[in-house]
């Protein structure tokens, strides 16, 4: 990878992290975009250190706020000149509404991305062949998308866990759509269920489901070196240009659920989703 750009999106803690990792060990110059300049900085340092490639840098990005999607896509297209891969990794469980008045989770997960991708893809497009990576997750099968709705919070008693599903729901549909529209441009795109990985996602966790989750998810789950695995393949394996559009997991690439191979419903998220962030 020696020559390429690659952005990984929450690149200072669990699957980023580690796949930031394997992509600066095999010589790849990794922006870490991540909320905390703490953790960001602390990050780089340290896979610099373990890998001694020194092009590993932090830059900031909240995905809760388009504001700040716009301004590292300004800075990064300003001071880096190619772009080879973008890893959409980041993402959060936990309820609230953002300072653009959208879901928590819909906004980071997917509205924030699609933004971002939409920002950087013509110089995804000037330095092909490149891939977008989207972390999407198999709880997408109990997504509910409504065009008309899109953004607003659900209701009922599990509202946050709804809000979640819908949003990996559009991750799945985001990678389908993305790459309809980018056939012929030699930008690929895959979405991607790294498995349940014991990561830092599980802190907002309801108080009450905490202590039956967290001893689970340190037993049966993955670590986030196994989780970031179908998230490297999908980056880096050659041959996969063929299956742009597909959702992977560690097994290969494998269909989604029904909702997920809803094309009519993918160009009425893309539209919706460009109505909301102001493209």
């Known amino acids: ?19 930031a990792l ?7 110059r990794v922006i870490l975009a991540t909320r905390s300049a703490r953790r960001g900085e602390a990050a780089a340092s340290r896979i610099r250190r373990e890998t001694g490639n ?27 000149p190619h772009l080879h891969l973008l890893i959409n990794n980041a993402g959060v469980s936990a309820g609230g509404t953002t300072e653009d008045g959208f879901s928590l989770p819909f906004q980071v997960n997917h509205l924030g991305h699609f933004l971002l991708t939409q920002l950087l893809l013509e110089r995804l497009r000037s330095c092909a062949p490149s891939r977008v990576v989207i972390v999407a997750s198999s709880a997408h099968c109990a997504g509910r998308l409504r065009p008309e709705c ?19 729901l559009a991750n ?9 529209r980018e056939q012929g441009t030699q930008v690929t795109c895959y979405a991607v269920h790294p498995g349940f990985v014991n990561t830092s996602l599980f802190r907002h966790a309801p ?3 905490k202590p039956l989750l967290l001893p689970l998810a340190w037993l049966l789950f993955l670590d986030a070196s196994e989780g970031a695995q179908v ?12 299956l742009s559009g597909r959702y992977f997991t560690d097994c290969g690439p494998r269909l989604p659920w029904p909702a997920g191979r809803d094309d009519r419903l993918a160009r009425a998220l893309w539209e ?4 909301l962030v102001g493209l």
């Open 172 to 180: 799945v549909l985001h990678a389908r759509e993305l790459a309809t």
């Open 54 to 80: 020194n092009e590993v840098r932090f830059m900031h990005l909240d995905l809760a706020s388009l504001r700040s999607v716009r301004a590292f896509a300004s800075t990064f297209l300003r001071q880096e």
């Open 22 to 28: 394997e992509l600066a060990r095999c010589g790849a």
């Open 207 to 209: 108080l009450w489901l």
């Open 231 to 242: 998230v490297l393949d999908c980056a880096t394996q050659d041959g996969l240009e063929p």
């Open 272 to 275: 919706g989703s460009e109505r």
């Open 150 to 168: 899109l953004g607003r919070p659900p209701s009922g008693l599990f509202s946050t866990f709804q809000d979640y599903c819908d949003s990996k």
């Open 1 to 19: 990878l020696r020559g390429r750009t690659a952005i990984v999106t929450g690149g200072s803690s669990g699957i980023g992290a580690a796949a």
